[in-house]
């Protein structure tokens, strides 16, 4: 009688140890923000529409959503979602959290997410004072270096394009550095259209570039003649020997 009493009880901490994941899980309402369309800044600052998104137990049958003290909407089906926009309320921190009501009865609460709704004009200086600076930096640079190096009429080295010749590490060979190579600060990881071999290459100056082309295709006299196809060479060797 005691050993079964015993085995009993045991048993018993083991369902429900194994039932208490479970169950703390349908005691859970979880809510997340979603940015719809507006600005969210690194330190919570928001501006825009947005959405609570609630997920909860399959036995939930309704949320309803706080801003602060208000309840500002209710849904009675999932996805459990209310959109609203930041400007309807008054600037200032908010503390916003959903509670969730299930067909047995039971009232959850979500955790409670802090954010500070901004006015439009932040959102904006945000985008005007960082990211629109970067975007045209990152396009200005390379293309300023582009055009003075057409406009001090540069012929060596010249004829690489906006993101600037580059010496192949692996062949030596010159080859224009390539716009889809992601960049690795100053450097760009490019692919010689050479040898075929992946280096990370910064952009050479004009005197290396001439120096590899001259290399490869030799000094500019001679060029011309390595290019000749051999019916051509022919027919220019018999029309000097007419001089000879
Ligand atoms: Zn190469």
Known sequence: MNHSRRVFFFVLVLVLLAAAPVW????????RLDRDFGYGGFSGDIQGTFSFRVKGPETLTEVQFYIDKELVGVDQKAPWRYQFRTDDFALGVHKLYATG??????VLQSNVLQREFVPAARG???AAKVVIPLILLSLLIPMSMF???RRRGDRKGAGYGIW?????PKCGYPFARHIWAPNMGLSKFDRCSHCGKWSLVRRASPDE????EERFYGSPETESELQLSPEEKLRRQIEESRFD
């Open 24 to 31: 703390a899980q349908e005691a859970a309402l979880s809510l």
């Open 101 to 106: 009501r299930t067909a047995g009865g039971d």
């Open 124 to 126: 904006w200086d945000f």
């Open 147 to 149: 055009l003075l190096g």
């Open 164 to 168: 600037g010749g580059a010496v192949c």
């Open 209 to 212: 570039l001439a120096d590899a």
